[in-house]
């Protein structure tokens, strides 16, 4: 036997294996790109001081505007500030904000909408880092859209506070978490309240024209959530958002007529919408938001204005303002200037402009020349090839720009056609820099994920040797734990050492990596070399013994090959990109598949539709069963529950495809209806029947909850557990259903009771969060649900003395039980009282009744999670909740086809050699299906209510299933206890 410290020293290496693994995979998956800590000044000497066409100033060139004005309204698509007069039935979402181009056609030289195409992840936080930094945030940085921390790259708001420049903002708290303490003054408000459409706006309409008329601000940035809060609520097409886009024209037109010469109106869509109002992903309709440049100063020279417009990225309005304002463009910024906006001066003056748009492009490619030299030394993620090629095309435009403007002035055709050649390598430079930023920090690192994944392998193959074979580490422990735990801390240590001799610094992912591959090898080389040593020591008959004892243990009930193979099918199928395109369509015939194999094997063994005779040998595990009329009555119910789960399981799975969504990838996909929440629905009749669908379907969960709880006796003990069972879970269904009711009408429905209503709308949700932590603490504090009632009479007939919990198992698999245990702790302790009191002799009779010690433990899971199920299918559209209960009754079906199967099957035959059980894929399947077809959000970057809650419904299906499996099997050992 392996003593304690050894024993807490093998789990500590395995899990210390583990996160190892999950380390090395993630740092070669999730992208994070190296911030570099460091601000323009206009101090900087960017400028060599011999250049005559310079000042050594970084913000050398005279700002354009002394003011601006910047109104962000998320999630403005660009389809939504277009205005198209062809289209004679508008949707809710067109021809609302005509403003944007009624200014454009009537002041051409004033004004110009463009495509503002944001970078993935379309999120409010990371869009926000984009258009102020300049730089492109990584895939990881969209978990940190839930938690916002302050921007630590230089940026805009840093650059205007430096400047002297007073920043005035409102709206959206995001940006005070992100800027904090960086404005002149900032009215922000709550921006997590998306059923909220008109708090924040309203909010800002009572101090942005004030404002704006006042003179005590260089730069007011407002930032409108309605349009955002109404997508998520209610979708695009709705009159919601016809009213919300309506509201945003007349603001947009009340603050031109209060702008002076010397302003310039940015008005700005963070990013855009799917059509459910989702946002997060890369598709189209996420990325193009729209951009307005206005001011009552001319921006365009004439003839600007019929240029074919071009899509702009978010983070080239970064040098474009803070060239236009005066400041310096922030350090870590790889945008590019929009020349157009610096081409100011009469037509025929056109060397002149071209000098402005060579000027501003300069100093753009000096400042990102010098970013990319400061970055390349502090990591080395961008190619040497490309670096050295960039750097070419630089000094070779730096030369021309030198030769063309650092002595006087030249003229005539030949020197506007280098200027415009000049500019022309400027914006190619600048292009090629952003395309392989790009494609460096979206670049995975495959060696380390398949580093990654073969630790996680080796070390999921570990812990099946110390289960599978521990007798043979607890005699070997010494060889198979100590060894390769030195060899594997020498082995990293000598890595660690040799980095710091090298390189004077130290990789601990590296070390930690070698650390772990070199233990795991030696585990393995010990391993087989004592199991090799164990057969040339043992007699043949003794081997031929063991290969016969392993035949007649193999398991009946299905090869271990069939899961295995459809198990390592789904994990090979999800390298390639056909596959994770239909990943849904394919994990439901995967699931369905397996689900018809089992009774088709049961039958193929002609054990499913007549009983098998009784063993002539005892099982090792279990009696002989009798071939009795009660038997064969038994096992006619067993089979005839398989093949009725069996059906319906499959049945149901391809009903959950009613509930799809739909991924970028998938073109020509329709979400399904059920995504759709109540609010976005026109017709009355159709929102009144879903209504009822969805309240039907929590009554449903409740019943079958507590139906189950007191089939198993568990409803009459009188545990606090069993109030939440009786009482608490039906309110928190209550509060669940009305909070659907009031979200899905119209404010303006109720009257005078729209403050009743938003009162509701808050004291609801917060009602079922306080029930649902009241419950799980109860539940937590006293779980036990179990009813005890003594005997009061003696039993007329004698029991043998050794009364067990049951008949049906063997003594030596019984005390793998702990439920047995109970019994017998209960019965002697009872028993002991009823000697002392009455002085009767033991008659063998069993001394206590224990109703629902059978599921002692999967009843306070099973009540935890149907309290979290009705929570979660609170946060979701309220048509998912007839999904919630198709997941349950998924759950229940695969586990009656596990204890059905497992009646029918040999008994004793699931012990001896390694099998992979089918009840545990099919698990894993359903668990698949549940989280791509029920709550497939729009693309793998998403990031919605229901993609924020999907790992949680998941972890529903996966307890759900295991709670009631923890039943099955206890109630199994106990059947002689009363349920």
């Given at each position: 036997?392996?003593?304690?410290?050894?024993?807490?020293?093998?789990?500590?290496?395995?899990?210390?294996?583990?996160?190892?693994?999950?380390?090395?995979?993630?740092?070669?998956?999730?992208?994070?790109?190296?911030?570099?800590?460091?601000?323009?000044?206009?101090?900087?000497?960017?400028?060599?001081?011999?250049?005559?066409?310079?000042?050594?100033?970084?913000?050398?060139?005279?700002?354009?505007?002394?003011?601006?004005?910047?109104?962000?309204?998320?999630?403005?698509?660009?389809?939504?500030?277009?205005?198209?007069?062809?289209?004679?039935?508008?949707?809710?979402?067109?021809?609302?904000?005509?403003?944007?181009?009624?200014?454009?056609?009537?002041?051409?030289?004033?004004?110009?909408?463009?495509?503002?195409?944001?970078?993935?992840?379309?999120?409010?936080?990371?869009?926000?880092?984009?258009?102020?930094?300049?730089?492109?945030?990584?895939?990881?940085?969209?978990?940190?859209?839930?938690?916002?921390?302050?921007?630590?790259?230089?940026?805009?708001?840093?650059?205007?506070?430096?400047?002297?420049?007073?920043?005035?903002?409102?709206?959206?708290?995001?940006?005070?978490?992100?800027?904090?303490?960086?404005?002149?003054?900032?009215?922000?408000?709550?921006?997590?309240?998306?059923?909220?459409?008109?708090?924040?706006?309203?909010?800002?309409?009572?101090?942005?024209?004030?404002?704006?008329?006042?003179?005590?601000?260089?730069?007011?940035?407002?930032?409108?959530?309605?349009?955002?809060?109404?997508?998520?609520?209610?979708?695009?097409?709705?009159?919601?958002?016809?009213?919300?886009?309506?509201?945003?024209?007349?603001?947009?037109?009340?603050?031109?007529?209060?702008?002076?010469?010397?302003?310039?109106?940015?008005?700005?869509?963070?990013?855009?919408?799917?059509?459910?109002?989702?946002?997060?992903?890369?598709?189209?309709?996420?990325?193009?938001?729209?951009?307005?440049?206005?001011?009552?100063?001319?921006?365009?020279?004439?003839?600007?204005?019929?240029?074919?417009?071009?899509?702009?990225?978010?983070?080239?309005?970064?040098?474009?303002?803070?060239?236009?304002?005066?400041?310096?463009?922030?350090?870590?910024?790889?945008?590019?200037?929009?020349?157009?906006?610096?081409?100011?001066?009469?037509?025929?003056?056109?060397?002149?402009?071209?000098?402005?748009?060579?000027?501003?492009?300069?100093?753009?490619?000096?400042?990102?020349?010098?970013?990319?030299?400061?970055?390349?030394?502090?990591?080395?993620?961008?190619?040497?090839?490309?670096?050295?090629?960039?750097?070419?095309?630089?000094?070779?435009?730096?030369?021309?720009?030198?030769?063309?403007?650092?002595?006087?002035?030249?003229?005539?055709?030949?020197?506007?056609?280098?200027?415009?050649?000049?500019?022309?390598?400027?914006?190619?430079?600048?292009?090629?820099?952003?395309?392989?930023?790009?494609?460096?920090?979206?670049?995975?690192?495959?060696?380390?994920?398949?580093?990654?994944?073969?630790?996680?392998?080796?070390?999921?193959?570990?812990?099946?040797?110390?289960?599978?074979?521990?007798?043979?580490?607890?005699?070997?422990?010494?060889?198979?734990?100590?060894?390769?735990?030195?060899?594997?801390?020498?082995?990293?240590?000598?890595?660690?050492?040799?980095?710091?001799?090298?390189?004077?610094?130290?990789?601990?992912?590296?070390?930690?990596?070698?650390?772990?591959?070199?233990?795991?090898?030696?585990?393995?080389?010990?391993?087989?070399?004592?199991?090799?040593?164990?057969?040339?020591?043992?007699?043949?008959?003794?081997?031929?013994?063991?290969?016969?004892?392993?035949?007649?243990?193999?398991?009946?009930?299905?090869?271990?090959?069939?899961?295995?193979?459809?198990?390592?099918?789904?994990?090979?199928?999800?390298?390639?990109?056909?596959?994770?395109?239909?990943?849904?369509?394919?994990?439901?015939?995967?699931?369905?598949?397996?689900?018809?194999?089992?009774?088709?094997?049961?039958?193929?063994?002609?054990?499913?539709?007549?009983?098998?005779?009784?063993?002539?040998?005892?099982?090792?595990?279990?009696?002989?069963?009798?071939?009795?009329?009660?038997?064969?009555?038994?096992?006619?119910?067993?089979?005839?529950?398989?093949?009725?789960?069996?059906?319906?399981?499959?049945?149901?799975?391809?009903?959950?495809?009613?509930?799809?969504?739909?991924?970028?990838?998938?073109?020509?996909?329709?979400?399904?209806?059920?995504?759709?929440?109540?609010?976005?629905?026109?017709?009355?009749?159709?929102?009144?029947?879903?209504?009822?669908?969805?309240?039907?379907?929590?009554?449903?969960?409740?019943?079958?909850?507590?139906?189950?709880?007191?089939?198993?006796?568990?409803?009459?003990?009188?545990?606090?557990?069993?109030?939440?069972?009786?009482?608490?879970?039906?309110?928190?269904?209550?509060?669940?259903?009305?909070?659907?009711?009031?979200?899905?009408?119209?404010?303006?429905?109720?009257?005078?009771?729209?403050?009743?209503?938003?009162?509701?709308?808050?004291?609801?949700?917060?009602?079922?969060?306080?029930?649902?932590?009241?419950?799980?603490?109860?539940?937590?504090?006293?779980?036990?649900?179990?009813?005890?009632?003594?005997?009061?009479?003696?039993?007329?007939?004698?029991?043998?003395?050794?009364?067990?919990?049951?008949?049906?198992?063997?003594?030596?698999?019984?005390?793998?039980?702990?439920?047995?245990?109970?019994?017998?702790?209960?019965?002697?302790?009872?028993?002991?009282?009823?000697?002392?009191?009455?002085?009767?002799?033991?008659?063998?009779?069993?001394?206590?009744?224990?109703?629902?010690?059978?599921?002692?433990?999967?009843?306070?899971?099973?009540?935890?999670?149907?309290?979290?199920?009705?929570?979660?299918?609170?946060?979701?559209?309220?048509?998912?909740?007839?999904?919630?209960?198709?997941?349950?009754?998924?759950?229940?079906?695969?586990?009656?086809?596990?204890?059905?199967?497992?009646?029918?099957?040999?008994?004793?035959?699931?012990?001896?050699?390694?099998?992979?059980?089918?009840?545990?894929?099919?698990?894993s399947l359903g668990t698949v299906v549940f989280h791509l077809l029920v709550f497939s959000s729009a693309g793998c970057l998403s990031v919605s209510w229901s993609a924020v809650l999907m790992?949680?419904?998941?972890?529903?299906?996966?307890?759900?299933?295991?709670?009631?499996?923890?039943?099955?099997?206890?109630?199994?050992?106990?059947?002689?206890?009363?349920?």
């Amino acid at each position: 036997m392996m003593k304690r410290v050894p024993v807490l020293a093998l789990l500590l290496w395995i899990c210390l294996l583990f996160y190892v693994g999950i380390w090395i995979f993630l740092s070669g998956f999730l992208l994070v790109k190296v911030e570099v800590n460091r601000s323009s000044s206009c101090k900087d000497e960017l400028f060599s001081k011999h250049d005559s066409s310079h000042t050594e100033h970084f913000c050398w060139s005279e700002p354009r505007f002394k003011r601006a004005v910047i109104l962000v309204i998320d999630a403005l698509r660009f389809d939504f500030a277009r205005f198209d007069p062809e289209i004679k039935d508008p949707r809710p979402f067109q021809n609302k904000l005509g403003v944007l181009s009624e200014v454009v056609a009537s002041r051409p030289a004033h004004a110009r909408l463009y495509p503002f195409r944001a970078d993935a992840p379309t999120t409010t936080m990371q869009r926000i880092k984009g258009f102020t930094t300049g730089s492109l945030p990584t895939f990881v940085d969209v978990c940190s859209n839930f938690g916002t921390n302050a921007i630590q790259e230089d940026n805009l708001i840093h650059q205007l506070g430096q400047n002297g420049k007073r920043v005035v903002f409102m709206g959206d708290d995001t940006w005070e978490n992100l800027f904090p303490n960086q404005f002149h003054r900032s009215l922000p408000f709550p921006s997590f309240i998306v059923k909220d459409l008109h708090t924040v706006d309203n909010g800002i309409l009572q101090h942005l024209y004030s404002t704006v008329e006042s003179s005590d601000w260089d730069v007011v940035i407002a930032h409108f959530l309605g349009v955002d809060h109404c997508g998520h609520r209610y979708g695009p097409d709705h009159q919601a958002m016809a009213d919300k886009l309506t509201q945003m024209d007349q603001v947009i037109r009340s603050v031109i007529e209060r702008l002076q010469n010397d302003t310039l109106l940015v008005v700005l869509g963070d990013h855009g919408m799917t059509d459910t109002g989702d946002h997060g992903g890369d598709s189209q309709k996420e990325t193009d938001a729209a951009l307005f440049l206005y001011s009552p100063s001319a921006l365009f020279t004439a003839g600007q204005e019929k240029a074919l417009q071009e899509v702009v990225p978010q983070i080239d309005l970064v040098p474009t303002l803070a060239q236009l304002l005066g400041i310096p463009i922030p350090y870590s910024n790889i945008g590019k200037v929009m020349v157009e906006l610096f081409a100011l001066g009469s037509p025929e003056d056109q060397s002149a402009q071209e000098r402005r748009q060579a000027e501003a492009l300069w100093i753009n490619a000096k400042q990102v020349n010098r970013y990319l030299d400061t970055y390349s030394l502090a990591n080395k993620d961008l190619s040497p090839v490309i670096l050295a090629h960039l750097k070419d095309t630089f000094l070779l435009a730096a030369a021309e720009y030198k030769a063309l403007f650092g002595g006087p002035l030249a003229g005539g055709p030949e020197h506007s056609s280098r200027v415009q050649a000049l500019i022309a390598i400027f914006q190619q430079y600048l292009n090629q820099v952003r395309e392989t930023c790009q494609a460096s920090w979206a670049r995975f690192h495959p060696l380390r994920m398949a580093a990654g994944i073969a630790v996680l392998a080796a070390a999921c193959a570990l812990c099946f040797i110390t289960s599978d074979f521990a007798d043979v580490v607890s005699a070997s422990y010494r060889r198979l734990l100590w060894i390769p735990i030195v060899c594997g801390a020498v082995a990293g240590g000598g890595v660690a050492l040799w980095q710091f001799v090298t390189r004077s610094e130290v990789d601990v992912l590296s070390s930690l990596g070698m650390a772990a591959l070199v233990s795991q090898l030696s585990f393995f080389w010990n391993f087989c070399r004592g199991k090799a040593t164990r057969v040339f020591a043992s007699e043949p008959s003794d081997l031929l013994n063991a290969a016969a004892d392993s035949a007649q243990q193999r398991p009946a009930l299905m090869s271990p090959s069939v899961p295995l193979v459809i198990f390592f099918l789904r994990c090979a199928s999800l390298f390639t990109d056909s596959y994770v395109v239909a990943e849904g369509r394919v994990a439901t015939f995967l699931l369905s598949t397996l689900a018809i194999y089992i009774p088709v094997q049961l039958n193929w063994a002609g054990r499913l539709l007549l009983p098998f005779e009784a063993q002539k040998s005892t099982p090792p595990c279990l009696p002989p069963q009798p071939s009795t009329p009660a038997a064969s009555s038994s096992y006619k119910k067993e089979s005839l529950t398989l093949l009725g789960c069996t059906g319906f399981l499959v049945v149901s799975l391809y009903a959950s495809h009613s509930f799809h969504g739909c991924r970028d990838e998938q073109g020509g996909c329709e979400p399904s209806a059920f995504l759709t929440p109540l609010s976005g629905l026109r017709d009355i009749q159709l929102r009144n029947f879903r209504y009822l669908l969805s309240v039907s379907s929590v009554i449903a969960w409740v019943c079958l909850v507590r139906k189950w709880m007191r089939h198993y006796g568990n409803m009459n003990s009188k545990s606090p557990a069993v109030l939440v069972a009786r009482f608490g879970l039906p309110l928190v269904a209550m509060f669940v259903c009305l909070y659907w009711a009031m979200s899905s009408a119209p404010y303006e429905g109720f009257g005078n009771l729209q403050e009743v209503v938003k009162l509701a709308l808050l004291v609801f949700p917060r009602a079922v969060y306080v029930l649902f932590g009241l419950g799980v603490t109860v539940v937590c504090w006293d779980p036990l649900t179990v009813f005890l009632k003594t005997r009061k009479e003696p039993a007329t007939s004698l029991l043998p003395p050794t009364y067990r919990a049951s008949t049906g198992v063997s003594l030596q698999a019984e005390l793998q039980h702990l439920i047995p245990h109970i019994y017998q702790r209960m019965r002697k302790s009872l028993r002991a009282g009823e000697r002392e009191g009455t002085g009767r002799e033991d008659d063998g009779q069993p001394t206590v009744e224990a109703y629902g010690l059978g599921t002692v433990y999967s009843a306070p899971l099973l009540l935890v999670l149907a309290q979290l199920g009705l929570v979660l299918a609170m946060l979701h559209p309220e048509g998912l909740m007839l999904s919630f209960m198709l997941l349950l009754l998924q759950a229940c079906a695969i586990l009656h086809m596990h204890s059905a199967a497992t009646s029918l099957s040999t008994p004793g035959s699931r012990a001896g050699c390694f099998s992979v059980s089918w009840s545990a894929v099919l698990m894993s399947l359903g668990t698949v299906v549940f989280h791509l077809l029920v709550f497939s959000s729009a693309g793998c970057l998403s990031v919605s209510w229901s993609a924020v809650l999907m790992s949680l419904g998941t972890v529903v299906f996966h307890l759900l299933v295991f709670s009631s499996a923890v039943s099955l099997q206890d109630v199994s050992l106990c059947p002689g206890l009363r349920c």
